[in-house]
């Protein structure tokens, strides 16, 4: 833990210079352009959603009559085993299932049990995540759970209910997310990550309310910046509230807060405890406090193509590979070389060097597609 105490802070949208210097790796574990290791696979396993969120599916785009992909599109489950069997050969050690909303897929149990098997190069299980948001927990934990999953993520993007169905568009309500978390905590799921993405002039006035409602709690609630992902949300950056004002406005109401280590390199959230020990909250500071310097992360889109930033314009197609009708040694030789060799390429770092012309509208891959 650091000996850093915020009582008040000033409000500092300063973009953290790119750290280029080389660290040591396992030399199975291949590392990008900068240096940096292949840590995270986040895996979308449907570009469905039941929520129609202002920032990720708004309905102008998302209506009834738009294309979602066909079922003949999607990587199967025993595609996306493969893929990820070569991955943690690679060195990943934490894989995130994500949508869409990922619940919508059927019998996706069947998946995580899969990808629980799987063991790093050391022996270790893969840590085995996923995002959801919520509504659909109480019908899922206890065969989530039995198929070997560690953890779920929540989103909650406020506690009142009239705030969180205009941000959620569908009349969805507060309780059914928070009945979904008690069902997840009872489960064994934990701990839970709740995310709220803060959306200045829409539920920014949310921000005290939700930490008040999550201190003392077991749960980890963090606050995203509202980001320009896709080209369909209308991102303004006045619209952004930088996390230093969001601890700041934390600390104020609800007491001192102290910054605490993160779990490990790369992890994005910044971590703060309160230092009376009711809890901890994080804040992910894509815009005004980028991380590109240390991302160890990758997405396998729903259909098999990775990307290498969230904010990127275009992926890899994978899926020739798998459905090539090559078997075991070939197949994973050459997922693992096309994967080896992407990765050593990559020198995304969107986030350090965003400007007016960057965020201009421009076709970068949907949040709905590969996941936050």
């Excluded at 079922?71 to 869409?100: M, N, P, Q």
């Excluded at 109401?253 to 230092?275: D, F, H, I």
């Excluded at 992407?342 to 400007?355: G, H």
Aim: proline residues 5%; hydrophobic residues 40%; neutral net charge.
């Amino acid at each position: 833990m650091t000996d850093r105490v915020i009582h008040l802070v000033q409000e500092d949208a300063r973009v953290i210079p790119l750290n280029t210097a080389t660290p040591t790796h396992p030399s199975n574990q291949p590392l990008d352009a900068l240096g940096r290791r292949l840590h995270d696979l986040r895996i979308s396993v449907t570009d469905r959603c039941n929520f129609r969120c202002v920032y990720c599916m708004p309905k102008s785009i998302f209506d009834k009559d738009y294309a979602f992909l066909p079922h003949k599109d999607l990587l199967s489950f025993e595609e996306i085993e493969r893929i990820a069997h070569e991955f943690v050969a690679l060195g990943v050690e934490k894989i995130r299932l994500t949508g869409g909303e990922p619940l919508l897929r059927k019998n996706l149990e069947i998946l995580v049990e899969q990808l629980a098997r799987l063991r790093t190069p050391s022996g270790k299980p893969v840590e085995l995540t996923l995002t959801t948001n919520g509504t659909l927990l109480p019908k899922k934990v206890r065969a989530l759970k039995e198929a070997g999953l560690s953890r779920v993520t929540v989103s909650l993007d406020a506690i009142d209910d009239a705030v969180f169905k205009r941000m959620n568009d569908v009349d969805f309500s507060v309780q059914e997310v928070l009945d979904g978390i008690d069902a997840a905590h009872a489960a064994g799921l934990g701990p839970i990550k709740v995310n709220m993405v803060v959306k200045g002039g829409m539920n920014d006035e949310q921000i005290i309310p939700m930490a008040r409602h999550f201190k003392s709690t077991p749960h980890i609630l963090r606050f995203i910046e509202y980001m320009d992902v896709g080209s369909s949300n209308g991102w303004k950056m006045d619209e952004v509230v930088p996390s230093a004002r969001v601890i700041n406005q934390i600390a104020q109401a609800l007491g001192p807060l102290q910054a605490v280590n993160p779990n490990y390199t790369g992890e994005v959230a910044e971590r703060w405890q309160y230092v009376d020990g009711q809890g901890e909250i994080g804040v992910i500071s894509s815009v005004t406090q980028a991380f590109c310097k240390d991302c160890s992360r990758i997405r396998l889109s729903t259909e098999g193509k990775l990307y290498t930033c969230l904010f990127a314009t275009k992926g890899h197609d994978l899926k020739p590979l798998v459905r090539s009708g090559l078997h075991g040694d070939a197949v994973a030789q050459q997922l693992r070389h096309a994967i080896q060799n992407l990765w050593s390429l990559r020198a995304d770092r969107y986030s350090e060097v965003r400007t007016a012309n960057t965020t201009q509208p421009r076709d970068r891959i949907e949040m709905s597609y590969i996941g936050g």
